[in-house]
Antibody, heavy 117, light 109 residues
Framework: EVQLVQSGAEVKKPGESLKISCKGS????????VAWVRQMPGKGLEWMGI????????TYSPSFQGQVTISVDKSITTAYLQWDSLRASDTAMYYC??????????WGQGTQVTVSS | QTVVTQEPSLTVSPGGTVTLTCASS?????????PNWFQQKPGRAPRSLIY???NKHSWTPARFSGSLLGGKAALTLSGVQPEDEADYYC?????????FGGGTKLTVL
């Protein structure tokens, strides 16, 4: 069974750093790209960027370039999304999703990130 | 900045048929945009329904279908059930990034 299991909810202060994770299982991890999607409170979905675990090639949406870093550790079949300095506007639910060519098929359960002083 | 536009809200009666559309600010949507459709219920992660215009997953109910209609991607629900009340999002490919539509809130009433 394909699963993407994300790390738990986080509460952080502005300026702090954070790295959240997404562990894939039930499939050959290095063969499928993993994308990250943001959903701010009461808002729609935003495609942030994507990584190919096979060679760590990463592409970001222009809106998120320089704001976050996507990485992967294929030895433990885990993708990451990280911030060096959080802002209140980073408060959102973050989802990872497996991409199979034209198909964003399996989604993680989401990680709630709250940034508040 | 590419914008993908969906109807903000639609209402349908149980058993009825409704079509949601997905338009691109760059022009007509074609198969080359690999339209994906997702359903999201409150407090839940999105669930993929349709990919590459009209392909279904094993878990996609038969009443959902995808197509191209008048230069837009379309998701049609035939024989709507109360449990279909949800937010629906399309996703289009622009050679990276992919871009989501703003979503359609479907009410079954």
């Amino acid at each position: 069974e394909v699963q993407l299991v994300q790390s738990g909810a986080e509460v952080k202060k502005p300026g702090e750093s954070l790295k959240i994770s997404c562990k894939g299982s039930g499939y050959t991890f290095i063969n499928y790209r993993v994308a990250w999607v943001r959903q701010m409170p009461g808002k729609g979905l935003e495609w942030m960027g994507i990584i190919y675990p096979g060679d760590s090639e990463t592409t970001y949406s222009p809106s998120f370039q320089g704001q976050v870093t996507i990485s992967v550790d294929k030895s433990i079949t885990t993708a990451y999304l990280q911030w060096d300095s959080l802002r209140a506007s980073d408060t959102a639910m973050y989802y990872c999703v497996r991409r199979d060519f034209s198909n964003h098929d399996y989604w993680g359960q989401g990680t709630q990130v709250t940034v508040s002083s | 900045q590419t914008v993908v536009t969906q109807e903000p809200s639609l209402t349908v009666s149980p058993g009825g048929t409704v079509t949601l559309t997905c338009a691109s600010s760059t022009g007509a949507v074609t198969r080359d945009y690999y339209p994906n459709w997702f359903q999201q219920k409150p407090g839940r992660a999105p669930r993929s329904l349709i990919y590459a215009t009209d392909n279904k997953h094993s878990w996609t109910p038969a009443r959902f279908s995808g197509s191209l209609l008048g230069g837009k991607a379309a998701l049609t629900l035939s024989g709507v059930q109360p449990e279909d009340e949800a937010d629906y999002y399309c996703l289009l490919y622009y050679g990276y990034p992919w871009v989501f539509g703003g979503g359609t809130k479907l009410t079954v009433l």
